[in-house]
């Protein structure tokens, strides 16, 4: 906090302190409420879901994308689209996406919940958004993933699966 003080007594006005944890961004504020969760009730979770109910849900998530993929992953379907997002920040601003800037124009999405999503590219399948997930991640968004678009509205992946089964494919 003293540097931060003696940033902004020499003029850096919006000066804040950030740490990396897992290489990844975390605000001051953010390390707090993670400590709290922990000691609460050993999550270190902002919702505090427990490590081993992330894990689960996330290998899931993971189960049913890949199914997803692997059967209707070349399928287009009229009004759907996919995108990758990139990266979501509530502070867009310190996002920097100039690493992908010869892969396509980066989209920004500010949702309701006052976060801004980063979206690159439009595809007509998933797989070929899959695909292009993969030169993102390899640029160094490690968090990337495909998003779907159903009529210009941005809808979940479980989504999909409901209008695929509307249109018969499933």
């Given amino acids: 906090r003293q540097f ?3 940033i902004i007594d020499r003029g850096g006005e919006d000066a804040f302190i950030t740490s ?8 001051l504020h953010e390390l707090r409420k993670m400590e709290r969760m922990k000691q609460r009730d050993g999550s270190s979770h902002p919702l505090g879901i427990t490590k081993r109910k992330r894990a689960k849900k996330t290998a899931k998530a993971v189960a049913t994308y890949q199914k997803l993929l692997q059967k209707y992953g070349t399928q287009p379907v009229k009004g759907l689209v996919f995108k990758v997002q990139a990266a979501a920040y509530r502070y867009p601003k310190n996002y920097n996406s100039r690493h992908l800037d010869d892969l396509g124009k980066i989209e920004k999405n500010k949702l309701p919940d006052s976060i801004t999503r980063f979206t ?14 993969q030169k993102v991640i390899q640029r160094g968004d ?5 998003t779907a678009e159903y009529k210009g509205t941005r809808i979940l992946l479980k989504d999909v699966i409901r209008i695929l089964k509307s249109k018969g494919y499933l």
């Fill in 4 to 6: 931060k003080k003696k």
């Fill in 20 to 27: 990396e944890v897992n290489g990844k961004r975390k605000y």
């Fill in 120 to 133: 690159i590219g439009t595809f007509k399948t998933l797989k070929k958004a899959d695909d292009f997930k």
């Fill in 142 to 146: 490690g968090d990337a993933f495909v």
